[in-house]
């Protein structure tokens, strides 16, 4: 039976249609996806897990239990990036989850003024 190797990273990306009139590529591109590639390589040394990015643990941290890694080079270019392993899920009641929502929401709103 074959292994599961899954990364997650959030940030901006140009997704679409790229390329020229003969050959038209649907897919994404930008400093995130890069990072995210670079990130999959890690889930070798783990295999059947669930590793996320910096980014995305800001964002998932609540609701999911995370093991970090520690701070981990993405790539030959110098990059680096805490990574953190998904261990599971957190147990929480329905208004801790409208608690937690209303937070994110909030942030996302400031974040768009600025």
Known sequence: MGEIRISINTGDAIVGNIGFEKKMDYTAIGDVVN???????HTR???DSILVGSSTYQKIHPFVETRSLGIRELGTDGGRMEVYEVTGKKEMSDIEY????AK???????????
Do not use: I, S, V, Y
């Not at 409208?98 to 929502?101: A, C, E, K, T, Y």
């Not at 994110?104 to 600025?114: G, I, L, S, V």
């Open 35 to 41: 990072d995210t590639f670079r990130l999959q390589e």
């Open 45 to 47: 040394e783990k295999p």
């Open 98 to 101: 409208l608690m937690h929502q």
């Open 104 to 114: 994110f929401k909030d942030a996302e709103q400031t974040d768009h003024r600025n």
